[in-house]
């Protein structure tokens, strides 16, 4: 069964601090990995990474793969309070169907 | 590009009821679309998967007669809770792809069942 843990499971932080959200997994099959933030609502796309070693980069964040030790970070700099959010990891394992193995989420809170 | 609407957003019904929640990809043909579960504080969990024109994939332990979907076109697929009781109050996500392309999600239906 493919397994996606991520640490944190909740942050605090201040406006200005850089935070660094982890993604490890146990995927058979693995295919690409995909973070996502979840404010009041559904999920918003962030990144999809599927090679070793390239950062990924929109704005202040920015997310590395390494596929030799099966982990992901996501970075966000000079953190803002519109950040704070549920930042989820997830794995797509291949098959026909691309279907998306979630992680648990890392509760990001980010005071003024 | 990439949107997906969900409807309704939120709805309460009383027990008994069915409840039909419609998911459409506005701007791209979807070739699968997901329905998710998702409980306070925890992650989002696949209920099933759906193609258009054939019968969805239930996750184990989803109830495919309480659960039905049907997947009409690449940019539209249903979800109908049949005769909902509280305990199936709860946010249903929805998603959609296009092959191998990041699924993007609906904004949730919350379901209350009284």
Known sequence: ????????????????????????????????????????????????????????????????????????????????????????????SGGSNYKLTFGKGTLLTVNP | GAVVSQHPSWVICKSGTSVKIECRSLDFQATTMFWYRQFPKQSLMLMATSNEGSKATYEQGVEKDKFLINHASLTLSTLTVTSAHPEDSSFYICSAARSSQPQHFGDGTRLSIL
């Open chain 1, 1 to 92: 069964e493919d397994k996606v843990v991520q640490s944190p499971l909740s942050l605090v932080v201040h406006e200005g601090d850089t935070v660094t959200l982890n993604c490890s997994y146990e995927v058979t099959n693995f295919r690409s990995l995909l973070w996502y933030k979840q404010e009041k609502k559904a999920p918003t796309f962030l990144f999809m990474l599927t090679s070793s070693g390239i950062e990924k980069k929109s704005g202040r964040l920015s997310s590395i793969l390494d596929k030799k030790e099966l982990f992901s970070i996501l970075n966000i700099t000079a953190t803002q309070t519109g950040d704070s959010a549920i930042y989820l990891c997830a794995t797509n």
